[in-house]
């Protein structure tokens, strides 16, 4: 039988789908940046559910794990062919990077490593989000050092929209606990202990007792961890 809600965690579902209609009244042209995440797939079930008038897209890196790609095709049949507009790198920019770097540079330097995160998310990012007011995303507060600062709506600077944020005060385990209760589709790769899922050669599984992002661009320093989709402009 499936577990009953909390009436704290229902609350906190309801306070994010006001959020949600609130963003789409006010901002009018909105989009969702759905990373198939466990945050992500519970705003997916939000936004179809609740807000189904809300675009989403995602960005296909060309390194994705093969699982998020097979849970892309399932929530697409879940949510009745679900349109998630999927942007992929400008072929020339990374054909030149990776010809003159090589197809796994990002080991090598942070230089690199920022590059081809610019390349292969920024840009498609800053071409999916034009023409619209406001994005949202799937962070939340405790999800490292770099988030905790976060508000549930703030300009961005850096793409000059607003960013929704709908499950910064979610926890963890509230994530989980929607997911079973709705049998929401995830990414199978979140039962062999990968919290944060990325591109493939950059997340790794961690062990217990680390933090959610140690898996991610695991050989770097911890305020470095972001791949330039969620700077903080101070
Ligand atoms: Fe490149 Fe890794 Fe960034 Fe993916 S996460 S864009 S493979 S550096």
């Known amino acids: 039988m499936t577990k009953s809600l909390s ?5 906190k579902a309801a306070a994010s789908i006001d959020i949600l209609k609130q963003a789409k009244k006010d ?7 759905n990373s ?6 519970v705003l997916t079930h939000l936004i179809a559910r609740h807000t189904p008038d809300i675009d989403q897209f995602m960005l296909d890196t060309g390194r994705l794990p093969e699982e998020t790609l097979t849970l892309l095709a399932e ?4 949510y009745d062919n679900l349109d998630i507009q999927v942007f992929y790198p400008d072929a020339s920019q990374l054909e030149s990077y990776v010809r003159l770097n090589g197809i796994n540079a990002f080991y090598e330097s942070q230089e690199l490593r920022k590059s081809c995160c610019h390349i292969r998310k920024v840009e498609p990012l ?5 023409g619209y007011k406001a ?18 709506e703030t300009w961005d600077e850096g793409n000059g929209l607003f ?25 199978k790769l979140h039962d062999q202990h990968y919290p944060s899922i990325g591109c493939a050669p950059c997340t790794r599984a961690i062990s217990a007792g680390e933090d ?23």
């Open 163 to 187: 960013k929704i944020n709908p499950l910064l005060d979610w926890s963890e385990t509230d994530v989980w606990d929607f997911i079973r209760h709705h049998n929401i589709p995830y990414n």
């Open 126 to 130: 800053q071409r999916a989000l034009k």
């Open 135 to 152: 994005w949202i995303t799937g962070l939340r507060r405790s999800q490292s050092v770099t988030r905790v600062d976060m508000e549930s």
């Open 212 to 234: 959610v992002r140690a898996g991610r661009w695991w050989w770097e320093n911890e305020e470095s961890k972001e791949c330039g989709l969620h700077l903080i402009k101070k």
């Open 27 to 33: 901002h009018q042209q909105v989009i969702f940046a």
């Open 7 to 11: 009436k704290e965690l229902s609350a």
């Open 75 to 78: 929530i697409r049949k879940s």
């Open 36 to 41: 198939l995440g466990a945050e992500d797939v």
